[in-house]
């Protein structure tokens, strides 16, 4: 067995308008379609407790999916661990223009949590340039820019 790819990412939000506003309307990852379940097929993995949420899907191409969720029941508890924490992680998003995104988000009262850096040495994420930004609930996202339309050359 072998895993074949990232399928979804999923964030957990406290208000699905407010993350659309900020993924869709100031990112620009488009969007796929959004709604409301209560669907029983998540009960086993609430501790057989009904649950009740709201959802947008974004599409972050090649098939790939941002998936925002919103808890209704049980209700989100806030809690975020920082990034270097075990059990945070973060969303990482490609762009093509860091300067013009950080232009534009900045416009929106969102600011980077450090200038941007230009990564060196060898491996294949030398030359990229990325910054972390928080998203409306404080979760991080990393934004990168490739030096080039190809992106990252993996091995292999």
Request: aromatic letters at 6%; hydrophobic letters at 40%.
């Amino acid at each position: 067995m072998r895993a074949q790819g990232i399928d979804h990412v999923s964030v957990s939000v406290s208000d699905i308008d407010r993350s659309l506003e900020f993924y869709h309307g100031l990112l620009g990852v488009p969007l796929l379609g959004r709604g409301e379940d209560d669907g029983p097929p998540l009960a086993p993995e609430m501790g057989g407790a009904r649950s009740r949420f709201r959802y947008a899907d974004l599409d972050i191409g090649r098939g790939q999916v941002l998936e925002l969720l919103q808890w209704l029941v049980p209700a989100a508890t806030g809690r975020r661990a920082p990034v270097h924490e075990p059990g945070s992680g973060h969303v990482g998003l490609r762009v093509d223009n860091l300067d013009e995104a950080l232009h534009v988000l900045a416009s929106a009262g969102v600011h980077a949590q450090f200038e941007p850096v230009r990564l060196e040495g060898p491996g294949w994420w030398a030359g990229a340039r990325v910054v972390y930004i928080a998203d409306p609930d404080g979760a991080t996202v990393e934004l990168v820019e490739w030096p080039s339309s190809e992106g990252r050359q993996l091995p292999g």
